[in-house]
């Protein structure tokens, strides 16, 4: 069962392919969320971008006696402020994600449980008191991955990787 909460909105579908009986079972769930915000005051001319997405892939294969399960989820986020004042101004921007992923794989005799939560903020604030020039920026790109596979009375594996990129940018020229 695979599970995608975005805000308010819930998605719930199933994916798998059969090679014969099996008695495995795959779970994943994503509750992840991401939230972006700018703000700026004093600017005689402002032009902001915002964006945030999540983007997520799921795969699985049961077979008689083996069973593999993969997910992958990309939660971005990229901000742009740039403007000019005559005065004092100040542009703030934020995002914040959190992280609560979960893949399982019961195949028979072998139980596989992978869990990614976290959090994290990036935030950035420019402030003058004098007719300047604005340009910021910031990103963030975070990839988690889970891959398991398990053989009947064989081995199992397990991989878990998490990346984070984030960018942060800002220049300010006085006039």
Do not use: C
């Amino acid at each position: 069962m695979f599970k995608k909460v975005v805000g308010s909105f819930i998605i719930a579908s199933a994916l798998s392919v059969g090679f014969g009986a099996t008695q495995s079972e795959a779970s994943e769930w994503n509750q992840s969320s991401i939230q972006v915000e700018q703000s700026n005051s004093g600017w005689e001319r402002m032009i902001e971008i915002q964006q945030d997405r999540m983007d997520e892939r799921r795969s699985e294969m049961r077979g008689s006696i083996s069973s593999m399960q993969k997910d992958s989820i990309h939660v971005k986020s990229y901000q742009l402020q740039n403007g000019y004042s005559k005065g004092a101004a100040t542009a703030s921007q934020k995002s914040e994600m959190n992280l609560d992923v979960d893949s399982e794989l019961n195949n028979r005799s072998t139980e596989l449980k992978q869990t990614t939560e976290g959090s994290g903020i990036i935030e950035q604030t420019t402030t003058t008191k004098n007719s300047a020039r604005l340009l910021q920026s910031q990103s963030n790109t975070t990839a988690i991955y889970h891959f398991q596979a398990a053989i009947e009375g064989g081995p199992s594996i397990q991989n878990q990787m998490v990346q984070v990129h984030a960018f942060q940018f800002s220049s300010l020229i006085e006039r």
